[in-house]
Nanobody, 126 residues
């Protein structure tokens, strides 16, 4: 079992930055692929970014590529999402998730992830 706790959300103006953190506890953290998802009001949850457990390879949704950066610190059992050049359309609840199988391909389907945090709200004003 893995417990995930997100932090770092808040209200920012468009063009500014935020860094989200996701602290993991429980079973070994370093062998799970990690992902960030988001859900805006009235919309389905969507993949944002993912990072592979063994070599730190990353994958991003087209909507955030070049603006967001996912990283992980296995020693601290923490994954981060640096969000730059934020836009109002980035407003959502952001969730981190763990894929316990650590597959070679970073999954973008939320059903591939086994553990989820409670979410943190990010609001970007225009």
């Amino acid at each position: 079992q893995v417990q995930l706790v997100e932090s770092g959300g808040g209200l920012v103006q468009a063009g500014n930055s935020l860094r989200l953190s996701c602290a993991a506890s429980g079973r070994t953290f370093s062998t799970e692929n990690m992902g960030w998802f988001r859900q805006a009001p009235g919309k389905e949850r969507e993949f944002v970014a993912g990072i592979r457990w063994n070599d730190g390879s990353t994958y991003y949704a087209n909507s955030v590529k070049g603006r967001f950066t996912i990283s992980r610190d296995n020693a601290k059992s923490t994954v981060y999402l640096q969000m730059d050049s934020l836009k109002p359309e980035d407003t959502a609840v952001y969730y981190c998730a763990a894929d316990r199988w650590g597959t070679p391909i970073i999954a973008t389907n939320q059903r591939s992830y086994d553990y989820w945090g409670q979410g943190t709200q990010v609001t970007v004003s225009s």
